[in-house]
């Protein structure tokens, strides 16, 4: 499992379903969906920075390694 797979698996964990890796090669990244709260029919999409990303995967890691 690479960082951007345990990045979204850890952010699933915290609630926020609609994370998801995309892009190709060379430019692959984890995105989240978010909604205006008075606009729920038009979706934005933020994409982590990469910062973001190790941390969350350091996350997964913590939290599901084996004692």
């Known amino acids: ?3 951007y797979e345990k990045a979204v698996l850890q952010l699933h964990n915290e609630g926020l379903r609609s994370a998801h890796v995309a892009g190709g090669e060379g430019d692959i990244g984890v995105y989240v969906d978010v909604w205006n709260a008075e606009e729920l029919d038009y ?3 933020l994409r982590l ?3 973001e990303i190790n941390y969350y ?3 997964y890691d913590k ?3 084996t004692k």
Do not use: C, S, T
Request: proline share 7%; net charge negative.
């Open 1 to 3: 499992m690479n960082i």
């Open 43 to 45: 979706p934005l999409v």
């Open 49 to 51: 920075h990469e910062e």
């Open 57 to 59: 995967a350091n996350q």
């Open 63 to 65: 939290n599901n390694e």
